[in-house]
């Protein structure tokens, strides 16, 4: 029986944030998959079909719990998932932030090759402009731009916030606002403390200093 965590809110809520200090073996981010495909960049919801079929074949490949970066997003994602075999859903954290706050976020953030992400308020690289693990040039996605960023929270707001109510009792809601970085540490030492993964000091020692993703 795999256990299964996820990782809900709109684009530049910190579901990134939170999912690159979980065990690499044990975190499923949807988005960086899609975008390593090339799939989406247009800001376009993709199919349900194609994302169930991807999400299913990654689990088949994990042990012991999986956390869930940003799926499910639909209904029909969440009735997908919830009739998955050998999984058991445990909990679901939902990450929430002013859609002001969001678009400063993700307007203003940079990106490496390497997948190391940045904010010239939040977190910015100690070389303008540079990577601090690779050293290459930092760029935007295109996906971050102002135009495609209303219309990835306007389509979250239309098309997926039902979800949480399909979700019910799971559900745990995390201001990523007032404090950023305590809400990264609160979801990602319940999770690494539930799972017997490393003590909740060590797991402190190695956050002090989170990134800023979705």
Do not use: W
Not at 14 to 40: M, Y
Not at 101 to 123: D, E, I
């Amino acid at each position: 029986m795999i256990d299964l965590y996820l990782l809900y809110g709109p684009p530049g809520v910190g579901k990134g944030t939170i999912a690159e200090r979980i065990p690499a073996e044990h975190c499923l981010g949807v988005g960086r998959i899609l975008r390593a495909r090339r799939i989406g960049l247009d800001g376009k919801l993709i199919s349900d079909a194609y994302v169930n079929q991807l999400i299913q074949d990654e689990i088949s490949l994990r042990k012991q719990y999986v956390v869930l970066d940003g799926y499910p997003r639909t209904l029909e994602q969440v009735d997908f998932l919830k009739a998955l075999p050998e999984t058991r859903l445990v909990r679901v954290y939902a990450l929430t932030c002013p859609d002001t706050v969001l678009m400063n976020r993700l307007s203003l953030r940079q990106t490496c090759l390497c997948g190391a992400t940045y904010h010239p308020m939040l977190k910015p690289s100690a070389q303008e402009g540079k990577c601090d693990l690779c050293g290459k040039e930092l760029f935007r996605r295109s996906d971050d731009s102002p135009e495609i960023v209303r219309r990835r929270l306007q389509q979250f707001h239309e098309e997926t916030e039902p979800v949480l109510a399909r979700l019910g009792s799971l559900v745990r809601y995390v201001d990523s606002e007032s404090n950023f970085k305590t809400s990264v540490l609160s979801v990602v030492d319940e999770i690494l403390s539930e799972q017997g993964h490393i003590s909740s000091c060590d797991y402190r020692r190695q956050i002090s200093n989170p990134r800023v993703h979705d």
